[in-house]
């Protein structure tokens, strides 16, 4: 671990649920609902005042059965929301279908912060788009290679290389999601020994990308809100690991703990 773990962001008294910001969350598809409600209720549960979810009709209607918490907004008022979150949170489950919306927001977006995760990933692989420090990538080793025209093998043989390898290829910050996961910058580097198998479960990611969204709404800078949302993330899969076993922790299972990984961190801070 080269990189210090940073604070969580303070919590004002005075305050409201403009002041912990505002996450737009553009995600799902008519097979790949879930994700989009994992993605947006990890910001809220991560401490983001305000999710907004833009996706298709059907999506919309299924998550706001699972987290009435969450604001929704057509695809057609994407452009719209923009101008009015503090980050971005734009992939999962978005489907190649949706590939103009992604190249379009991502052209659009200015210097908004923004975390691309799962499909936006592999649009991105087949579109080159030069991003900017505001933008981190959360890859797993499949994702990355993709992003760099090579074998997994390749990626998994040296991930702090291929980490900064994508980094320096976009221009941006990476997440590269393995059991010891790697956030940089291309210089900087943070390496996550606090993980389990109980992570290995379809949704776990989602549950990550909304994480560090919701931390970098709360105006933590791009970079630290990934190495802190990477080890909450597994200090959550920690905890349910202890309650529920390796074996039987999910992605819904994470988010009812990462109020308990919150506490455990603040505890161990003693700020």
Do not use: W
């Not at 409600?37 to 209607?61: E, F, Q």
């Not at 103009?100 to 592999?122: C, E, R, T």
Request: hydrophobic fraction near 40%.
């Amino acid at each position: 671990m080269d990189y210090e773990l940073p604070k969580l962001p303070a919590r004002a008294e005075n305050s409201n649920k403009g002041t912990f910001g505002k996450v737009l969350n553009i995600a799902g598809s008519r097979y790949m609902r879930g994700c989009a409600y994992l993605c947006s209720y990890a910001s809220l549960k991560i401490g983001a005042g305000y999710s907004i979810l833009a996706s298709d009709d059907y999506v919309l209607d299924t998550v706001s059965k699972l987290a009435p918490e969450v604001v929704l907004t057509p695809c057609e008022k994407i452009f719209e929301a923009l101008s009015e979150v503090d980050v971005l949170a734009i992939g999962c489950g978005l489907t190649a279908a949706k590939r103009q919306i992604f190249i379009d927001v991502m052209k659009f977006k200015s210097d908004l912060p923004a975390v691309i995760d799962a499909d936006g990933l592999n649009i991105l692989a087949q579109n080159f788009i030069k991003l900017d420090k505001n933008v981190v990538l959360t890859p797993h080793p499949k994702e990355a290679s993709r992003l760099l025209k090579c074998s997994a093998d390749d990626i998994l043989n040296d991930v702090n290389s291929a980490s900064k390898e994508i980094a320096d290829k976009y221009n941006c910050n990476v997440v590269l999601k393995t059991h010891n996961t790697v956030v940089t910058d291309g210089e900087k580097f943070f390496v996550n020994n606090n993980a389990n198998s109980a992570l290995a479960k379809a949704g776990s990611g989602d549950v990550l990308c909304g994480m560090i969204a919701g931390l970098a709404a709360q105006k933590m800078n791009i970079f630290d809100a990934a190495v802190l949302g990477v080890y909450l993330h597994g200090t959550a899969g920690n905890l349910a690991r202890n309650d529920l076993s390796e074996y039987g922790v999910t992605a819904s299972d994470l988010l009812e703990y990462i109020p308990y990984a919150v506490k455990n961190y603040l505890t161990e801070k003693i700020y």
